[in-house]
């Protein structure tokens, strides 16, 4: 098992990383693992649906403290499930609502695309 830092972080420590993320990137997505290997469905989905329309944006990988990320998404959201996008500090939603967006041909301006 490989150590990472963030198995040991507190919530609040957690917390600030979340309003980071949020404040300093224009897209971000909060998803189970990383660009190279997501580790669940509907993260690679979100990741790829994001992908299509936007060449820079912030991953970030929560399973190495998902409680503390699930708690601190979720009082940005009010959702518990993973992946979560945010642009412009809003949140967008998971890979459902991208895939509904993307679909409806409104996913590139949701994205601040150009």
Not at 25 to 47: E, H, T
């Amino acid at each position: 098992m490989t150590f990472s830092p963030e198995a040991d972080a507190d919530p609040e420590e957690i917390t600030a990383r979340v309003d980071e993320a949020i404040e300093s990137n224009d897209v971000v997505l909060f998803m189970k693992g990383n660009r190279l290997m997501p580790q669940c469905g509907y993260s690679q989905r979100a990741l790829e649906l994001i992908g299509k329309h936007v060449e820079e944006f912030e991953t970030v990988d929560v399973l190495p403290a998902l409680p503390h990320y699930r708690e601190a998404l979720s009082a940005h959201s009010g959702w518990e499930t993973i992946p979560q996008t945010y642009v412009n500090g809003t949140f967008i939603g998971g890979s459902d609502v991208l895939a509904e967006l993307d679909e409806r041909g409104e996913l590139a301006a949701e994205l601040d695309a150009e």
